[in-house]
């Protein structure tokens, strides 16, 4: 077993990852996306880079040892204002975007976490925490609203490295009547008639977004778990408030933060108002493969932002195909490869763990490649159809039947040429046989996993 190692922001440095929570269980929370619309590639990245980690946890503890959770925020203004926009009900349009986030993640080879909890189902834990908070002077209720006593938290901004003074100058905070503080954040505000509410103590209402990671880690993981991740635009407030919420209810809370970079287009700034902005199912669409893209986003390291460009897509096509094709002459395995284990485990070092798959294609070692790439997730499904090595060549076929007939010409015996030309017919394929040769023509129903073990 590689020694994994991460880089926790909330130190700033590489850490021996050391479940001791639970020893030999591992945990993680990872901050979901607010279902109100398709999920652009810069959303993809933070799925794709976690479910490698999950992937690489999975691998070293066992899957059965691993807890992964990842949230659904199904209440938010912008939910409400889409819902207005289009004038369908919300609960319609959640769970519609929550299953197109789960099909377009999953063409990404994103495994499903074993928990996908919905901030809506949990409302009660959510009043609950801010009760506690209460309690314990954290927090304050006025006119309807809760508020986070940010002064009341000493820690506030160690994990992002700001001083409150510094956020002050610099940050968009809102003042408010309804707030002693102008950094005091909304951990519950009141719903008008035509929008979402929940009862509670302070009146129908609804949550702050930064409460619901808060309640849903606590209910499902517990007080402390070893990793929580997102994207480093989560950095500040998102996660500095989760901390400050947890830690302030007397919750150790996450002992890892992960915080992926920000992706870019062509080098610019991913804008609807530059047309480079693009959503995953528009690239599937457009035809580029889920493990094309799945390649991409795994060849520039996690901690460091990435450029999408159509160069890198033609190259992963590229290299995929060929790997692919290497992979097809090897059977499944349990050839663990350790050059690729370990620099995942270094910090999930992906672009290093992809030098090493190259390493494997040059030196054709394909028995090792192909687990290779069944730790990338790229057999999940087997070998993707796009990348089928010449899917419908009958070349090899050809010749084999054609040397069989003419041998049985010789002995009179033709069943070896009909038990073939049967296994053909029944793989789909049209076999036409003359005296000027063989020819194989494969259908519409052409089965080529049917000739697999000819
Ligand atoms: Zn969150």
């Known amino acids: 077993m590689a020694d994994i190692r991460l880089k926790n922001s909330k130190t700033r440095r590489v850490e021996p990852l050391e479940p001791t929570v639970t020893p030999g269980k591992v945990s993680m929370y990872l901050c979901g996306p607010t279902v109100y619309d398709r999920a652009h590639i810069g959303n993809a990245r933070s799925a794709v880079v976690f479910d490698q980690l999950y992937r690489l946890l999975c691998n070293e503890y066992g899957a059965d040892n691993v807890t992964f959770v990842r949230n659904f925020t199904d209440v938010d203004d912008k939910i409400n204002a889409r819902a207005v926009e289009t004038g369908r009900p919300i609960a319609d349009i959640t769970a519609e975007t929550a299953q197109w986030?789960?099909?377009?993640?999953?063409?990404?080879?994103?495994?499903?976490?074993?928990?996908?909890?919905?901030?809506?189902?949990?409302?009660?834990?959510?009043v609950t925490l801010i009760e506690d908070l209460i309690a314990r002077d954290m927090a304050y209720?006025?006119?309807?609203?809760?508020?986070?006593?940010?002064?009341a938290y000493e820690a506030y901004g160690k994990l992002s490295g700001r001083s409150v003074d510094d956020m002050i100058a610099g940050a968009r905070v809102e003042v408010a009547p309804y707030k002693e503080d102008p950094m005091d954040f909304v951990l519950w505000k009141p719903s008008?008639?035509?929008?979402?509410?929940?009862?509670?103590?302070?009146?129908?209402g609804r949550p702050g977004w930064h409460i619901e990671c808060s309640a849903m880690s606590h209910a499902i993981l517990g007080e402390e778990f070893d990793?929580?991740?997102?994207?480093?635009?989560?950095?500040?407030?998102?996660?500095?408030?989760?901390?400050?919420?947890?830690?302030?209810?007397?919750?150790?809370?996450?002992?890892?933060?992960?915080?992926?970079?920000m992706l870019q287009v062509e080098g610019k700034k991913m804008s609807k108002s530059l047309g480079n902005f693009f959503t995953v199912r528009d690239l599937l669409d457009q035809g580029v493969p889920g493990e094309v893209i799945r390649f991409v986003m795994l060849s520039t390291h996690y901690s460091k932002p990435m450029d999408w460009t159509e160069k890198k897509v033609a190259e992963a096509e590229k290299t995929l195909r060929k790997w692919y094709a290497q992979a097809s002459r090897a059977l499944d395995n349990d050839t663990a490869y350790v050059g690729v284990e370990n620099a995942l485990a270094d910090d999930l070092n992906t672009?290093?763990?992809i030098a090493e798959i190259h390493q494997l294609s040059h030196a054709h070692?394909?028995?090792?490649?192909?687990?290779?790439?069944?730790?990338?997730g790229f057999l999940d499904n087997g070998i993707p159809s796009w990348a089928e090595p010449d899917g419908t060549d009958m070349s090899e076929f050809t010749r084999r039947l054609s040397?069989?007939?003419n041998r049985a010409m010789h002995d009179k015996?033709?069943?070896?040429?009909?038990?073939?030309?049967?296994?053909?017919?029944?793989a789909g394929v049209e076999v036409r046989m003359s005296k000027a040769g063989v020819e194989l023509l494969p259908g519409p129903n052409f089965d080529r996993t049917k000739l697999e073990d000819l």
């Open 101 to 126: 986030y789960l099909d377009d993640m999953a063409a990404l080879g994103v495994l499903e976490p074993n928990h996908m909890p919905r901030a809506t189902a949990y409302i009660g834990e959510m």
């Open 141 to 151: 209720a006025r006119d309807g609203h809760v508020l986070f006593r940010v002064r």
């Open 192 to 204: 008008a008639d035509d929008i979402p509410g929940w009862p509670s103590p302070w009146g129908r």
């Open 227 to 261: 990793i929580h991740g997102g994207g480093a635009d989560l950095l500040f407030p998102h996660h500095e408030n989760e901390v400050a919420q947890s830690c302030a209810a007397g919750h150790a809370f996450a002992r890892i933060w992960m915080h992926n970079e």
């Open 351 to 353: 672009p290093q763990a």
């Open 365 to 376: 070692d394909v028995p090792k490649l192909r687990a290779s790439l069944r730790i990338f």
């Open 403 to 405: 040397n069989l007939r």
């Open 413 to 426: 015996d033709f069943s070896k040429v009909d038990a073939l030309k049967q296994t053909l017919l029944e």
